[in-house]
């Protein structure tokens, strides 16, 4: 849908470098895919308007439901990173597609339900 890829490239655009290395890295197809899968999640919760997301130096991207981190991913990696965060534990899955990782954005949810009636 024409939105959807509006809303896509308004977020691609807002992806904000930490560090001067972290200038060279334009978001790939795999991590737009990822971005719009996380987005629409995000809209249904309407917490979109709140999606904050830096680079770091090795590629990696940081998530953040307004200054509070929801997760990490780095596919540019090999093997690729998926950081996923709990009320409790923090935990790395290594290895996965990017398809896997899709279907690990749920556990991102559960997470920013939890910060959202924090």
């Given at each position: 849908m024409i939105w959807?890829?509006?809303?896509?490239?308004?977020?691609?655009s807002k992806i904000k470098p930490f560090s001067d290395?972290?200038?060279k890295y334009k978001a790939n197809e795999e991590e737009k895919l990822f971005i719009e899968n996380l987005a629409r999640e995000m809209l249904n919760k309407n917490a979109l308007?709140?999606?904050k997301i830096d680079r770091r130096s090795n590629g990696l991207l940081n998530f953040k439901y307004k200054n509070m981190q929801i997760g990490r991913i780095n596919l540019r990696s090999k093997p690729t990173q998926l950081q996923i965060i709990s009320?409790?534990?923090?935990?790395?899955?290594?290895?996965?597609s990017v398809r896997e990782c899709i279907r690990k954005i749920p556990?991102?949810?559960?997470?920013?339900?939890?910060l959202m009636n924090k």
């Amino acid at each position: 849908m024409i939105w959807q890829q509006e809303v896509l490239d308004k977020i691609v655009s807002k992806i904000k470098p930490f560090s001067d290395s972290a200038k060279k890295y334009k978001a790939n197809e795999e991590e737009k895919l990822f971005i719009e899968n996380l987005a629409r999640e995000m809209l249904n919760k309407n917490a979109l308007q709140h999606l904050k997301i830096d680079r770091r130096s090795n590629g990696l991207l940081n998530f953040k439901y307004k200054n509070m981190q929801i997760g990490r991913i780095n596919l540019r990696s090999k093997p690729t990173q998926l950081q996923i965060i709990s009320q409790y534990n923090v935990r790395w899955l290594e290895g996965l597609s990017v398809r896997e990782c899709i279907r690990k954005i749920p556990e991102w949810m559960e997470y920013l339900d939890y910060l959202m009636n924090k």
